[in-house]
């Protein structure tokens, strides 16, 4: 089993629509959680990080943790074309060390 | 604020060469990682330095992979001998706290070993 598990894809929604991108983590002692867009032949780039379970909102974006679950899930709401990119979702455990899931490739359709 | 830097961007070299690459982090960030991205695999963890100590080299595949942080500003890492199955995309990325809000990326090291 993966330490991080996400759906390759790809997602594809309409403009406008909400995208929902989830993830599963193995390690119960995770702490904190991530979310990083990579757009293609570039470095991920950090958009969401939560560390309680429940929501956190940040314009577009809402990050969703349920440790009890251990799923982590992203959620886009009002998908532009510009959020085509992959997403990774990232776990630090309790040494320090992130790692990432394979990502999700999306796509938003104009 | 600059961001952090790595260079050289694309290196292809052949196999049984030596290849340095260099990451310079975010002024004042004292974590350091290294991250690796093989065609199609996810990103793996390779190292964490805090300041120029080593916190955890268990991604670090074998011992032809030599990480240095000296003085606790940029870092190298060394592949020597180079093998095929090396070529992939190096991250460098660093954080200020260990209770991280998240790293900031370099823009990679694209290295091809043929």
Redesign the interface.
């Known amino acids: 089993q993966?330490e991080?598990e996400q759906n390759s894809g790809p997602l594809s929604v309409p403009e406008g629509a909400i995208a929902s991108l989830n993830c599963t983590y193995s390690d119960r002692g995770s702490?904190?959680f991530?979310w990083?867009r990579q757009y293609s032949g570039?470095?991920?780039?950090?958009i969401m990080?939560i560390y309680s379970n429940g929501d956190k909102e940040d314009g577009r974006f809402t990050a969703q943790l349920n440790k009890a679950s251990q799923y982590v899930s992203l959620l886009i709401r009002d998908s532009q074309p510009s959020d085509s990119a992959t997403y990774?979702c990232a776990v630090?455990g309790g040494?320090?060390?992130?790692?990432?899931?394979?990502?999700t490739r999306l796509f938003v359709k104009a | 604020e600059a961001g952090v830097t790595q260079f050289p961007s694309h290196s292809v070299i052949e196999k049984g060469q030596t290849v340095t690459l260099r990451c310079d982090p975010i002024s004042g960030h004292d974590n350091l990682y290294w991250y690796r991205r093989v065609m199609g695999k996810e990103i793996k963890f390779l190292l964490h330095f805090v300041k120029e100590s080593k916190q955890d080299e268990s991604g670090m595949p074998n011992n032809r992979f030599l990480a240095e942080r000296t003085g606790g500003t940029y870092s190298t890492l060394k592949v020597q001998p180079a093998e095929l199955e090396d070529s992939g995309v190096y991250f460098c990325a660093s954080s200020q706290d260990l209770e991280s809000r998240g790293y900031t990326f370099g823009s990679g090291t694209r290295l091809t070993v043929v």
């Open positions: 993966k991080v702490q904190s991530f990083y570039k470095s991920p780039e950090l990080f990774l630090m040494g320090f060390k992130t790692i990432f899931g394979a990502g």
